[in-house]
């Protein structure tokens, strides 16, 4: 079957607001990548957004916007939040969602900064698994509270799992009250099974933890694996869980700012959305609520669907390529998300080489993958695979040739 839609165009993004391109050489974030050497060109794979165009029902709906020359206040439609219902019903199975449990975000890390600041004080712990996304560990500094992190492990398959022993010991150790719980996970790319939710879900229960359950990926699962939803895992976990979601990662639209929460149980939301709402941060923008409608409209269902298998092709093709050619690095095909996070343990202790030596490298051929350490890990690297695969190819090749063999 013919695709519709064209994953391996080249799309030039430099100039055209783009973190992932115009970021590079500067020090705004802190973690931007240095520019390359004179004779290479820049592959951007460390800020986790996409270099496809995104669903033509987007476009399609944001123009019809904004051929309405008038942009003053507003109220969200009840087709924003059908689309919302539809949406999480037919792709993750979702019941009983209505209007009244959706609240719009000014972004995931938004939504993340209210729930810590209602539920917790200054000093307090919160509970991570690390590896971790950095947004997490940057959203606890800049509230002054403190991380206690569980590491996962890998079996002998290579799969991460997590540890729920060392979960139980760290929160009753620590006095957690909040967890913040990322599914599918980033950077590994795992998807959690029912079960595993399930087992983790009995750990925060049994020591009456509040979740925030950051499902921003939820979309970007691999076929033959399956996104529970944690606020449909039972009844407690109904009750005591925050679900994060948004179309920025699914549909490459970060630069509009549109995210929002579910959260079923009424004084939970009460007391996020009252909080949420002292300082009017979070007013929806209008071309945000059209943006979604036209991402959520059957269309976009399409669009997703073959992103999915290209996204795979790119996963597999990378993690073999890695596995086959990169000596003391190793990956684990992700069943989600679009990264890769990269091991170099073996590679580095082999070379005697630094994991800052290995980056820079990287860096000066072109190939702008992002420190493993800001995730709480060491020795690794993770990579954004979200690009035409012969952009791919090229930086594969060239840390294959120019960092891995070392040649001139």
């Not at 008038?70 to 199975?93: A, M, T």
């Not at 093709?317 to 170099?344: H, K, Q, W």
Request: one cysteine or more; glycine letters at 8%.
């Amino acid at each position: 079957m013919d695709n519709k839609f064209d994953f391996d165009k080249i799309i030039e993004r430099k100039g055209f607001d783009a973190a992932a391109i115009d970021g590079i050489g500067r020090k705004v974030w802190g973690a931007e990548p240095d520019s390359a050497l004179p004779g290479f060109s820049e592959i951007p794979m460390w800020v986790a957004d996409m270099n496809f165009e995104t669903s033509p029902g987007i476009t399609a709906a944001l123009e019809k916007r904004i051929s309405h020359p008038l942009y003053g206040y507003f109220l969200p439609s009840d087709e924003y939040y059908d689309s919302i219902i539809r949406w999480q019903k037919e792709l993750h199975g979702f019941r009983g969602l209505e209007k009244k449990h959706i609240g719009y975000e000014n972004g995931v890390h938004g939504c993340i900064i209210t729930c810590i600041e209602t539920l917790t004080e200054p000093g307090d712990p919160v509970f991570l698994h690390s590896p971790t996304y950095l947004g997490f560990l940057s959203d606890l500094r800049c509230t002054g509270r403190r991380s206690v992190l569980s590491p996962l492990k890998q079996d002998e398959k290579g799969i991460w799992r997590m540890d729920f022993e060392d979960m139980d010991k760290k929160i009753k150790e620590n006095g957690v009250q909040l967890v913040i719980f990322c599914s599918p996970h980033n950077p590994t790319g795992r998807v959690w099974e029912r079960w595993e939710t399930e087992a983790a879900m009995e750990v925060f229960r049994k020591n009456d933890c509040t979740v925030i359950s950051d499902e921003i990926w939820s979309d970007l699962v691999l076929p033959g694996h399956e996104h529970i939803p944690t606020l449909m895992i039972n009844e407690d976990a109904h009750s005591r869980t925050i679900g994060l979601y948004a179309p920025s990662k699914t549909f490459n639209l970060a630069g509009l700012i549109g995210s929002y929460h579910i959260i079923f149980d009424p004084s939970l939301r009460r007391k996020i959305v009252r909080r949420g709402n002292v300082t009017h941060y979070n007013e929806m923008n209008v071309l945000s609520m059209h943006a979604l409608i036209g991402a959520y409209a059957p269309e976009g269902r399409e669009w997703l669907r073959e992103l999915l298998q290209y996204l795979e092709g790119n996963l597999r093709y990378a993690s073999d390529f890695i596995n086959s050619n990169f000596e003391g690095c190793r990956v684990t095909m992700p069943e989600g998300t679009y990264m890769l996070f990269m091991d170099c343990s073996g590679f580095l202790k082999k070379r005697g080489m630094s994991l800052d030596e290995f980056i820079k490298k990287g860096w000066d051929v072109g190939v702008k993958f992002q420190d493993g350490r800001a995730f709480a890990w060491e020795d690794a690297v993770r990579i954004n695979v979200a690009l035409p695969r012969s952009l791919l190819t090229e930086a594969l090749e060239r840390l294959g040739k120019y960092v891995i063999n070392g040649q001139p």
